[in-house]
């Protein structure tokens, strides 16, 4: 189980945890020492395979046999499993990215940048008629990120506390002592989608490509959904991108807003990634949550089969791994909010999950072996 701890709040997860349970093999075939040919051992994948996925799109290739085929000469071919298991150090963040006592060094320095911004107020006063000079310290954006940050903070801090102490209790955490075919018609009751986000950052550094918010939009969300489908999107902190999922994406998708849920990050000692009140980098991303509107009555369901009602809020804490944008497993936190045997889907994937359909032109980026250290082996 990913799920370390469940509380009213939200969930603490594992996702290290997550990611060895799925069993992870590299098949090579060897051919036996009397074959008249050299001995020889051929791998033929770079990416590792998984017991059970669902379908993963043209990207990904077919689970080697673990049948002993024969070669040219009539002999058999001996396969060699070689199990392993994701590498824990990219999961050991053990210090925030930014100290409190940085954060507090950034404060004093903006106190004195404001004092030295009210001088200027003073002296830019109207000169022979000329207009006054209109001085402000943030922009609307960065005031409506403050004002977002203010009303959910307590949710962050309260329900992360709860669920960082029963972490450290279970011993879970330790405190520090110093594309889908276009011709297909198959639908899905879940669609999880981690957008590639056009800003600035992303422009200079050409990290990764990226979408407009017009080509999110055109993402056949509905085509995809089968009737009361549920949707979760990845948002960044940003502002915009934030209305823009609220305001004009999920409307354009018919898809109504039910929740609005957050990722908490924390180190393995229970700190804050970054300091929570930081005005730049927060410790948490946000998920919006909402289903796709009815269009017609749908037949009455299974009264065996419960969906409970989707939380207003939750969090999920974990700590994060250091691999760029790699997202905690959602599928058991979601598990109770869909039918069972449900159909998932995850958009932009850049690993695959088992039971679930993978989309993306990176759905295999983070099953290379080397990521992976080998566990055991077996023939």
Same mark, same amino acid.
């Given at each position: ?28 075939h060897?051919e ?18 998984? =017991? ?19 070669? =040219? ?9 070689q ?13 925030p ?35 006054r000079k209109?001085c ?19 949710l962050?801090?309260?329900g992360s ?10 011993g879970?955490?330790h ?65 915009k ?27 393995s ?14 410790p ?22 419960k969906e ?46 088992p ?14 072996? =080397?990521?992976f ?7």
């Amino acid at each position: 189980m990913s799920v370390v701890r469940e509380l009213s709040p939200g969930w603490l997860l594992d996702h290290l945890s997550f990611i060895n349970k799925i069993s992870y093999e590299l098949h090579q075939h060897h051919e036996p020492c009397c074959s008249k040919k050299e001995p020889t051992s051929s791998v033929h994948l770079d990416t590792l395979h998984m =017991d059970s996925v669902s379908s993963f799109g043209a990207s990904a290739t077919c689970i080697a046999s673990t049948t002993k085929p024969e070669n =040219d000469d009539g002999g058999n071919c001996e396969m060699f499993i070689q199990k392993y298991v994701f590498r824990s150090e990219l999961f050991d963040v053990t210090k925030p990215y930014i100290t409190s006592a940085i954060h507090k060094e950034c404060q004093q320095s903006n106190e004195k940048e404001d004092l030295v911004n009210d001088v200027k107020k003073e002296i830019s006063i109207s000169v022979n008629g000329k207009k006054r000079k209109r001085c402000v310290d943030f922009n609307q954006g960065e005031l409506d990120a403050m004002e977002y940050h203010t009303k959910i903070r307590g949710l962050i801090l309260d329900g992360s506390s709860q669920l960082i102490q029963e972490g450290l209790k279970s011993g879970f955490l330790h405190p520090l002592y110093e594309k889908r075919d276009k011709y297909s018609k198959k639908t899905y009751d879940v669609i999880v989608i981690d957008p590639p986000w056009q800003n600035k950052s992303v422009k200079r550094s050409n990290r990764y490509s990226y979408l407009s918010p017009l080509q999110i939009k055109q993402i056949p969300i509905p085509k995809l959904a089968a009737p009361n489908c549920l949707v979760v999107t990845w948002v960044t902190n940003r502002q915009k991108h934030l209305r823009f999922v609220k305001e004009e994406l999920y409307p354009s998708w018919s898809v109504e807003i039910v929740a609005e849920w957050h990722w908490v990050k924390i180190t393995s000692s229970g700190e804050f990634v970054f300091p929570l009140d930081s005005p730049h980098k927060k410790p948490y991303e946000g998920l919006i949550l909402g289903r796709v509107r009815e269009k017609a009555a749908l037949p009455l369901r299974n009264a065996d089969v419960k969906e409970l009602p989707i939380p207003d809020h939750k969090l999920i804490v974990s700590v994060p791994c250091t691999l760029h944008s790699h997202k905690p497993p959602l599928a058991e936190v979601l598990k109770d909010y869909i039918k069972p045997e449900g159909e998932c889907l995850e958009l932009f994937a850049r690993n695959l999950q088992p039971g679930w359909t993978s989309w993306g032109n990176e759905v295999l980026k983070f099953q290379h072996v =080397d990521y992976f250290v080998a566990l055991e082996s077996k023939s």
